[in-house]
């Protein structure tokens, strides 16, 4: 759904957008034109625009996100991570789990060759399922003996280390993070504080 077709169903004018969204009316703009492409946004500019607009995050993206799919550019990892864990916030862990499991995203994922995005989505599930006493669904339990070759690191972690040349920040973040994360050599430790 693009934001310009559902400000012309709303009679919403981009200036006020900008101001529902406590956004930039340049950024507004830029979104609404496809200057920056909403894929390209920020989490927060995507965020910020769909509670105002009162829709999903995923309605916003959604069409976008096809056409990337369809030429195979997906949108950087930092982003997808951060839409993740605002779904789980806004949707709560049970409905999360639930919709996941119905839109099979973790296959469709991983049959693309977007590992990286198919193990956080199904470390996530693993995650919610243990934190809510729900035993582990069985169906991606071939996906489950993967692991990625590299260790995933948050952006900002391994740019921060590499800043001051401190790697032992990184073993640490490593040996901290959520086990189910870690499985597959992914480094997350905190999916519930999210802006």
Request: hydrophobic letters at 40%; a negative charge.
């Amino acid at each position: 759904m693009l934001i310009s077709e559902i400000l012309k169903e709303r009679n919403i004018s981009k200036y006020q957008l900008a101001k529902m969204a406590a956004l930039p009316y340049s950024t507004v703009c830029d979104a609404c034109r496809g200057v920056t492409g909403i894929p390209r946004c920020s989490a927060e500019t995507i965020y910020r625009i769909s509670k105002a607009l009162g829709v999903t995050m995923e309605d916003l993206i959604g069409e976008a996100v096809t056409d990337a799919e369809q030429a195979d550019d997906r949108s950087n990892f930092e982003i997808f991570k951060s839409n993740v864990c605002h779904r789980v916030k806004d949707n709560g862990d049970l409905k999360f789990i639930e919709e996941v499991l119905a839109s099979d995203d973790i296959r469709k994922y991983f049959e693309k060759g977007w590992y990286t995005e198919a193990l956080y989505l199904l470390a996530m599930l693993d995650f919610l399922s243990r934190e809510n006493d729900i035993p582990i669904c069985t169906q991606y339990d071939d996906i489950r003996r993967a692991k990625l070759q590299d260790t995933v690191y948050p952006t900002s972690l391994y740019l921060t280390s590499l800043v001051t040349k401190n790697a032992l920040m990184l073993r640490e973040a490593y040996d901290s993070a959520i086990p189910e994360f870690q499985r597959f050599n992914i480094v997350e430790n905190e999916v519930r504080n999210v802006i």
